[in-house]
């Protein structure tokens, strides 16, 4: 990476936008620019795409729309030393993708035996529910990572989409000015 390319992508990451390959070209925006402009995902299929929405959305009201699938999808099909991801932060053992598919399956495979759907198709109140018992390891047959630590893992990259943003910081009502260093060592 030249440079000037390192300049734009550093400006970039601290505005909250990542780059998304449109066509043939890298292109700088946010998760939510990418899910609005429909940018086609890398990595996962439309079934994992459609389970980590509504698991985002269950989450995290508005991840859905701040692009969380676009966002999982763009930082699995990164080197894993770049990844932003929880599961990076938690030690998660690369390749992401495998960890993420693994999850997802795992969610879709246990409501699949309780209620005979996919996560996805269910209700919102069916939703909440499945979460609370997946958050509290309290489904039956559960088969994939822990389901305590898929919903530490997913939530958190849901909060992290929706609120570690510009439009984040505003709707908490907290000034977002990465340009203040602070004055004193604590």
Not at 11 to 31: E, S, Y
Not at 156 to 173: K, N
Request: glycine share 8%; proline share 8%.
């Amino acid at each position: 990476m030249n440079d000037i390319e390192r300049r734009a992508f550093v400006k970039g990451a601290a505005i909250g936008t990542l780059a998304f390959t449109v066509g043939a070209a890298d292109v700088m925006l946010t998760p939510r620019q990418a899910r609005a402009q429909n940018v086609p995902l890398r990595t996962l299929t439309a079934d994992q795409a459609a389970t980590l929405d509504a698991v985002g959305e269950t989450l995290v009201p508005g991840a859905k729309d701040a692009g969380i699938t676009n966002f999982v999808d763009q930082q699995i099909s990164i080197p894993p030393e770049q990844a932003l991801l929880q599961a990076r932060i938690l030690n998660v053992r690369p390749p992401f993708a495998n960890f993420y598919r693994a999850m997802l399956g795992a969610i879709d495979g246990a409501s699949n035996k309780a209620k005979g759907h996919k996560f996805a198709e269910l209700s919102p109140a069916e939703q909440h529910d499945f979460i609370n018992l997946m958050r509290q390891n309290k489904i039956e047959g559960w088969q994939g990572p822990p389901g305590p630590f898929v919903y530490t893992v997913l939530r958190s990259d849901a909060v992290d989409v929706v609120y570690s943003t510009m439009e984040g910081y505003a709707a908490l009502g907290i000034p977002y000015m990465p340009h203040i260093a602070p004055t004193k060592k604590w």
